[in-house]
Nanobody, 128 residues
Framework: QVQLVESGGGLVQPGESLTLSCAVS????????IAWFRQAPGKEREGISC????????NSLEAMKGRFAVSRDYAKNTVYLHINNLRHEDSGVYYC?????????????????????WGRGTQVTVSS
C-alpha cells in the first residue's frame, strides 16, 4: 500500500524559493507517477506537475512552467517540488499523489483524476 507524506511547507516571503518533499513508502517508486497539486482556500485543487519516475520525464501544466520543477531521489524514495519566486497567490495546501504507471506509459498527467493515493498535504503561506 502506497503512503505519501509531504513536508517542507511554511511561511515564506514573496520572491523566495521553497522545496517541498514527498516521501513515498510501501511501493517501488519507479513503478509510479508522482504528481503535485495545490489547493487555495475556497478554490478547487489544481495540478502543477508530475513525474514519471520510471523514465524521469516530467509533465507540467503550461501555467506552471518556469517557476515549478520536480525532481526525485531514488535513494530516499522522495520526489521534490521546487518553487521559485514565490507569490502571494501560491499560498495553499500542497499535495502529492501517486498513480501506478501503465506498462507502456510515457507521460504522466498533472490532472487529479487518475490519482488514487494522496498525502495529507503541507501548508505554504506566502506573506510579507
Amino acid at each position: 500500500q502506497v503512503q505519501l507524506v509531504e513536508s517542507g511547507g511554511g511561511l515564506v516571503q514573496p520572491g523566495e524559493s521553497l522545496t517541498l518533499s514527498c516521501a513515498v513508502s510501501g511501493v517501488t517508486l519507479e513503478d509510479y507517477a508522482i504528481a503535485w497539486f495545490r489547493q487555495a482556500p475556497g478554490k478547487e485543487r489544481e495540478g502543477i506537475s508530475c513525474l514519471n519516475v520510471r523514465n524521469d520525464r516530467a509533465n507540467s501544466l503550461e501555467a506552471m512552467k518556469g517557476r515549478f520543477a520536480v525532481s526525485r531521489d531514488y535513494a530516499k524514495n522522495t520526489v521534490y517540488l521546487h518553487i521559485n519566486n514565490l507569490r502571494h497567490e501560491d499560498s495553499g495546501v500542497y499535495y502529492c499523489a501517486a498513480d501506478p504507471l501503465g506498462q507502456f506509459q510515457v507521460l504522466c498527467t498533472p490532472s487529479p483524476l487518475p490519482y488514487q493515493s494522496w498525502g495529507r498535504g503541507t501548508q505554504v503561506t506566502v506573506s510579507s
